[in-house]
């Protein structure tokens, strides 16, 4: 059983999908990583996800340029998508558009250019709709995030207030 397939259009995307993986498992959340492009092996992209979509419930697509890579797989199933753009050319704002612009009847969430974490972090929040441990670790993940920005404020109150 797989929660989150991870699919990469290139092994270049290895240091995003990294980010995402590194959350999922703080989580404890079953994934899979795999390379398939779009454009270089079409039918081994839609042979993975034939495979694995009965039981995957969210996929993560990593692609930077053109990024047909979430698309193709929006194409393929029915299960969320969501896109990493990657920052391979013109700051990622390529595989962004390409990534944001899908055509009406085939979402794909999409988050911000080279954010696997993000990524990893929004498909927690469609599992937690159905899993309460993973509803558990977000809102401990949420509190840890609010306790460092209170420290970083006390820090640098310490550091800069003149009283």
């Known amino acids: 059983m797989v929660d989150v397939l ?17 959350v999922l498992e703080e ?10 492009s779009a454009h270089r092996s079409p039918e081994y992209l839609e042979k993975i996800i034939e495979d694995h979509d009965e039981e995957v419930k969210v996929y993560i697509a ?17 299960k969320p998508v969501i896109a990493v753009p990657v920052d391979a050319k013109l700051s990622g704002m390529d595989a ?33 709709l159905e ?16 306790e460092e920005v209170k420290e970083a404020d006390r820090e640098l109150r310490s550091q800069l207030s003149s009283a």
């Open 6 to 22: 991870i699919i990469l259009g290139s092994p270049s995307d290895r240091d995003v999908a990294e980010k995402a993986v590194k």
């Open 27 to 36: 989580a404890g959340v079953s994934y899979e990583v795999r390379v398939a």
């Open 62 to 78: 990593i692609a930077g340029l053109a990024a047909h890579l979430p698309g193709v797989i929006a194409a393929k199933t029915n």
């Open 96 to 128: 962004l558009l390409s990534s944001v612009q899908m055509p009406p009847g085939v979402p794909v969430a999409t988050v911000g250019v080279d954010r696997g974490e993000n990524a990893a972090l929004l498909a927690l929040r469609i599992l937690a």
């Open 131 to 146: 899993d309460e441990k993973v509803k558990k670790f977000l809102e401990e993940y949420s509190e840890k995030l609010r």
